[in-house]
């Protein structure tokens, strides 16, 4: 006998969410296939990834896609029928549907990036390297290594934009669409490199991209993405930002033989006493929509947090005011 699936109050982008229920819900999804476990973990707070699960869901199921479920509520009631049905099949759990992919995130950007951003070196780098990977910079044009004027790569964003049919605007921030896309784009990219590794060198001057990208993320960026719960990109870019004496601490770090200079009093605080207020503060002057986006980014935030990532190296607020 499976245990019913319950919610204790609603869970919705504007509304605060018991974490209980949160965790529930993401075990729930993932078992049917339709929660993708994002970058930084499987956290007990909301995040968009659980809400575009219950949006997909729904639409599957022929109820009103808003992305909201309540106690008892047709979407509750779906869920617990196809979890039930799911955990009785053979006494396991098979998926009603092809899982979603568990690649983790190829793509990640530390600020946002585009004309009058932060445009931290370190995302300059990234951007460029997945632009030229990805095929969305002219192969005669593309520097690897490097150094492109930054207007070259805001245009090259522009196209990525315009042939997948978001809004042309030439900039994007962690966790946004644009993101999401150039990351979808080199998941596979990186996924081949790493089967490939060993067969090429650095600097062997291929122009294959593929071949490119396999020599030149060492296998340390790809620790630091598991570990911390990062991107492959972000922590290639962050590992190479760092000093000789932060990547001796580092690796320490993933040895078990040192520990994060996060604590968990230092997490709690400012998600609660810097990261909320600010999120409460925006909910009452630019309204739900802007406060849902802020609220799931302060979770992102802390999860990251107690996952060890640097505090100065967590993904941004989102305070974006349009």
């Known amino acids: 006998m499976f245990a019913p699936f319950k919610l204790r109050s609603t869970l919705s982008r504007n509304a605060n969410a018991d974490p209980d229920d949160t965790r529930r819900t993401k075990k729930a999804l993932d078992q049917i296939g339709y929660f993708e476990t994002p970058s930084y973990g499987m956290t007990e707070y909301p995040d968009e ?13 022929g109820l009103n896609r808003d992305g909201i479920m309540k106690p008892n509520g047709e979407t509750a009631k779906a869920l617990e029928k196809k979890v039930g049905k799911q955990t009785q099949r053979n006494g396991v759990n098979v998926p009603a549907k092809p899982q979603a992919t568990k690649t983790r995130s190829a793509f990640g950007l530390f600020g946002e990036f585009g004309k009058r ?31 492109r004027k930054e207007n070259d790569l805001f245009d090259a964003v522009k196209r990525v934009q315009q042939k997948t049919g978001l809004k042309v605007d030439g900039w994007m921030r962690p966790y946004g669409e644009t993101e999401r896309e150039l990351d979808r784009q080199l998941k596979p990219k990186l996924r081949d490199a790493q089967k490939t590794r060993g067969t090429k060198t650095e600097g062997s001057g291929s122009d294959d991209q593929q071949e490119t990208a396999a020599a030149a993320i060492p296998p340390i960026a790809y620790k630091i993405a598991e570990f911390f719960g990062m991107a492959v990109m972000a922590a290639w870019t962050w590992w190479q930002s760092m000093s000789s004496a932060d990547r001796e601490k580092v690796r320490r770090q993933m040895d078990g033989n040192g520990s994060s200079d996060n604590s968990e009093e230092d997490c709690h605080r400012l998600h609660y006493e810097t990261d909320i207020p600010t999120c409460n503060g925006i909910s009452r002057r630019r309204g739900k929509q802007a406060a849902a986006r802020c609220f799931a980014s302060a979770s992102e ?9 640097p505090i ?8 974006w005011n349009n």
Do not use: H
Not at 123 to 144: C, F, H, M, Y
Not at 301 to 309: F, I, P
């Open 301 to 309: 935030r802390y999860a990251a947090c107690l996952r060890g990532v």
């Open 312 to 319: 100065n190296q967590l993904p941004p607020l989102d305070t």
């Open 117 to 147: 951003r932060t445009n931290q070196p370190r995302d300059i780098a990234a951007v460029e390297r997945a632009l030229a990977w990805t095929g969305n910079l002219p192969r005669n044009q593309s520097k690897t290594e490097g150094g």
């Open 49 to 61: 990834p659980m809400f575009k699960g219950i949006e997909d869901f729904q639409r599957d199921q």
